[in-house]
């Protein structure tokens, strides 16, 4: 007798497209926060050790950031020594920025995230049975018996929810 049995499943959450999206909606905002903060740092790093202005990846930096750091140009003065030059300001703009898409991240996930839901589970199984038969015996003798089952159940993520299942359904040749 020859038995081959096929399994299946499938898993349904209710609101987890949402969740991935809302989760890599987040990510980008700390995404594009680390690339500015990392600008604004290095752009600080840069004018307390003097590097040389005129350097074309230094001037790059600072026409980059400076529309960042513009709006708190003013606030404080700028202590320096020679050539190095601490900026307060841009040390200000690092923390309100962050401040800003902690609050952006923050209302993202409020307003679009949805908690766990029921999960469905859905399970096919199909099983064939395949009687040996000897060599001698005629081929049209040969029987096959096939069962699909199907199960679907609905599970709670917690103890508050109540669990749907559906009943086995069964088929054989002869039951259609």
Same mark, same amino acid.
């Given at each position: 007798?020859?038995?081959?049995?096929?399994?299946r499943?499938?898993?349904?959450?209710?609101?987890?497209?949402?969740?991935?999206?809302?989760?890599?909606?987040?990510? +980008? *905002?700390w995404? /594009?926060?680390?690339? $500015?903060?990392?600008?604004?740092?290095? =752009? @600080?790093?840069?004018? &307390?050790?003097?590097v040389?202005?005129?350097?074309?990846?230094?001037?790059f930096?600072?026409?980059v950031?400076?529309?960042?750091?513009?709006p708190?140009?003013?606030?404080?003065?700028?202590?320096?020594?020679?050539?190095?030059?601490?900026?307060?300001?841009s +040390? *200000?703009?690092? /923390?309100?920025?962050? $401040?800003?898409?902690?609050v952006?991240? =923050? @209302?993202?996930?409020? &307003?679009?995230?949805?908690?766990?839901?029921l999960?469905?589970?859905?399970?096919t199984?199909?099983?064939?049975?395949?009687?040996?038969?000897?060599?001698?015996?005629?081929?049209?003798?040969s029987?096959?018996?096939?069962t699909?089952?199907?199960?679907?159940?609905?599970?709670?993520?917690?103890?508050?929810?109540t669990?749907?299942?559906?009943?086995?359904?069964?088929?054989?040749?002869g039951?259609?």
């Amino acid at each position: 007798m020859t038995d081959y049995q096929d399994v299946r499943t499938t898993r349904h959450e209710q609101g987890q497209e949402q969740r991935v999206t809302t989760f890599k909606v987040t990510q +980008i *905002i700390w995404l /594009l926060l680390g690339i $500015l903060e990392s600008g604004l740092a290095l =752009r @600080i790093l840069f004018k &307390l050790i003097a590097v040389n202005p005129s350097n074309p990846f230094a001037s790059f930096l600072y026409k980059v950031t400076e529309p960042f750091v513009a709006p708190f140009a003013s606030l404080l003065g700028t202590p320096s020594a020679g050539n190095m030059v601490l900026e307060i300001s841009s +040390i *200000i703009a690092m /923390l309100v920025y962050l $401040l800003i898409a902690w609050v952006l991240e =923050r @209302i993202v996930y409020v &307003l679009f995230y949805r908690p766990r839901g029921l999960v469905s589970t859905r399970q096919t199984i199909v099983s064939d049975h395949t009687p040996q038969q000897p060599q001698e015996a005629h081929l049209g003798n040969s029987q096959t018996v096939t069962t699909n089952r199907t199960m679907t159940t609905q599970v709670p993520v917690d103890n508050n929810q109540t669990v749907d299942t559906q009943p086995v359904k069964t088929q054989t040749p002869g039951s259609f």
